[in-house]
């Protein structure tokens, strides 16, 4: 499961199932001592709750709080679960809808309503509510979690703090000696003496250097960097298989190591590689 793809609506929907469950537990009905007549005293009503009452239970309290397990279980699943052909948000969804509708009819028809009723009613509405207007109002259609900040990604064999390309440890630069000059250092061979005043080796030596250094320049074009996905995408093997090896959820980031025609090889949070065929609409961290 994954929790980072639930949204603020989901939130919502858990605080009111928590809410709910909370009610069930408080007086269903609030009873006033009846007032005794002469030597008479009638019997007081005692109170009770939703769990005296299977009825109330199981249409409005257990109902709400199994929708809002639905809905949310649908959505950190990475891929839709169905039954009967029906997603689980869209059963959950229905819950949700048919425990305001019980509660609303509930407290109509009744009288004396107590907390636990009132409290359930607020809380199955919100619950509904929110189920309902979770995938269509774009400030419930937010990350609850932030992403994590992405983490730049060293080249390889660079340690943290130190340059890139041609920078001091990095594999392939040319380490100057100690007080040396660019362009200078060069190891002369044993018993040699360094020769003076040939102006063509000179230039001869840049050259030499910016050609040797073009193909690496063109094969570290692609800089590892980190991406978010907008909506969930399969993630395929690198052999070619049809099949998904994992599927990359929204607001969680990922690491792209490599460009591989027009989609990228991602790796994920548990060290899976994969390629991303659909690269369209994705952030760049």
Same mark, same amino acid.
């Given at each position: 499961m994954n929790i980072r793809s639930l949204t603020r609506g989901d939130g919502v929907v858990i605080g009111a199932a928590v809410v709910l469950f909370i009610a069930s537990f408080l007086d269903f009905k609030s009873y006033e001592k009846p007032a005794c007549s002469g030597n008479f005293c009638p019997p007081a009503v005692g109170s009770f709750n939703a769990w005296d009452s299977l009825g109330l239970l199981m249409?409005?309290?257990?109902?709400?709080?199994?929708?809002?397990?639905?809905?949310?279980?649908?959505?950190?699943?990475?891929?839709?679960?169905?039954? $009967?052909?029906?997603?689980?948000?869209?059963?959950?969804? $229905?819950?949700?809808?048919? !425990?305001?509708?019980?509660?609303?009819?509930?407290?109509?028809?009744?009288?004396d309503s107590g907390p636990g009723q009132i409290l359930g009613?607020? !809380?199955?509405?919100?619950?509904? !509510?929110?189920?309902?207007?979770?995938?269509?109002? =774009?400030?419930?259609?937010?990350?609850?979690?932030? !992403?994590?900040? =992405?983490?730049?990604?060293?080249?390889?064999?660079?340690?943290?703090?130190? =340059?890139?390309?041609?920078?001091?440890?990095?594999?392939?630069?040319?380490?100057?000696?100690?007080?040396?000059?660019?362009?200078?250092?060069?190891?002369?061979?044993?018993?040699?003496?360094p020769q003076q005043g040939q102006p063509q080796a000179a230039q001869q030596a840049p050259a030499q250097a910016q050609q040797a250094g073009a193909p690496a320049a063109a094969a570290g074009d692609f800089a590892p960097f980190w991406f978010a996905v907008p909506v969930a995408r399969p993630l395929y093997a690198e052999d070619g298989s049809p099949t998904p090896i994992a599927e990359l959820a929204p607001g969680t980031w990922y690491l792209a190591v490599e460009q591989r025609g027009s989609g990228l090889v991602a790796q994920t949070q548990d060290g899976r590689r994969g390629v991303l065929p659909d690269t369209t609409g994705i952030q760049r961290g």
């Open positions: 249409s409005i309290y257990l109902a709400g709080v199994i929708a809002a397990a639905l809905i949310v279980v649908s959505r950190s699943l990475p891929q839709q679960r169905k039954i $009967a052909g029906i997603d689980l948000g869209q059963f959950g969804v $229905a819950f949700a809808v048919f !425990a305001a509708w019980t509660a609303f009819w509930t407290i109509v028809d009744g009288s009613l607020l !809380a199955v509405l919100i619950l509904a !509510a929110g189920a309902v207007a979770a995938p269509l109002v =774009p400030a419930l259609k937010a990350p609850l979690m932030g !992403a994590p900040k =992405p983490q730049v990604a060293q080249p390889y064999g660079g340690q943290p703090g130190q =340059p890139g390309p041609g920078g001091y440890g990095y594999p392939g630069a040319q380490q100057q000696p100690y007080g040396g000059q660019p362009g200078q250092g060069q190891q002369q061979p044993y018993g040699a003496q």
